[in-house]
C-alpha cells in the first residue's frame, strides 16, 4: 500500500495517521519512515520504513461509511469462531487482531461477546486473555467506525446496535 502524508489507515495500533514521511538515521542506516500518529493516542509515534514490505503490508485503507453499513448488516448472520483448546483459541485470536480483517474481528467480538454472557450466566467471567483480545479487537473496529462515521467512540456501539435493530424490522 503506498501512503501519503495525511492519509488515515488502520494499522496494528489502530487508527492512524501518516504526519509525514521522513528519512531517519536508525543503526547507523538511513532510510524513509512513514511516521503514524494514532488518531486515539497523539503522544505516540510509529516509524515504519517505506521499504520494508513485511512492516508495510500491515498498513491498510480505512473502510468507506458504505462498506461499514454493509459490515454492519452481516453482523447477525457472522458464525462464532470458538475454539476449545486455549493455546490454539489464542494463536488463531492473535493471527486475527494481528491480520486486521474486519469480517473476522466482527466474528471474534461476537464468539467473545456470547462466551461472555454463558460465563455470566453461570456466575463466571471471561478469561482474562479473551477479554483482552475482544478489547483489542473493539478498540480496532470501532476506532475505524467512529473516524469514517463521524462518531464518538461511545456512540459507535448503540449505533451499530440501532442499526441492527433497524435491519431485523
Known amino acids: 500500500m ?8 488502520l494499522y496494528s495500533a489502530g487508527l492512524c495517521k501518516i504526519a509525514e514521511i521522513t528519512n531517519k538515521e536508525i543503526g547507523g542506516q538511513h532510510a524513509d519512515y ?10 505516540t509515534s510509529i516509524y515504519i520504513p517505506v521499504d520494508n514490505e513485511r512492516a508495510t503490508t500491515k498498513l491498510r485503507r480505512i473502510l ?5 453499513r454493509t459490515l454492519i448488516k452481516t453482523m447477525p448472520g457472522e458464525d462464532t469462531i470458538w475454539i476449545e483448546n486455549d493455546a490454539v483459541r489464542h494463536d488463531r485470536y492473535r493471527e486475527i487482531i494481528a491480520h486486521g480483517d474486519r469480517a473476522e474481528l466482527v466474528q471474534l467480538i461476537k464468539t467473545l461477546y456470547q462466551r461472555q454472557q ?6 463466571k467471567k471471561l478469561h482474562v486473555v479473551d477479554e483482552r483480545f475482544m478489547k483489542s479487537a473493539e478498540k480496532i473496529l470501532y476506532e475505524e467506525f467512529a473516524h469514517v462515521l463521524k462518531l464518538e467512540l461511545t456512540q ?3 449505533f451499530i446496535v440501532e442499526q441492527i435493530e433497524v435491519e431485523a424490522k
Request: charged share 30%.
Open 2 to 9: 503506498i501512503c501519503q502524508v495525511n492519509d488515515t489507515v
Open 34 to 43: 512513514y511516521v503514524l500518529k494514532p488518531l486515539y493516542d497523539e503522544k
Open 64 to 68: 468507506s461509511a458504505e462498506e461499514i
Open 118 to 123: 454463558e460465563r455470566q450466566a453461570q456466575g
Open 156 to 158: 459507535v456501539l448503540p
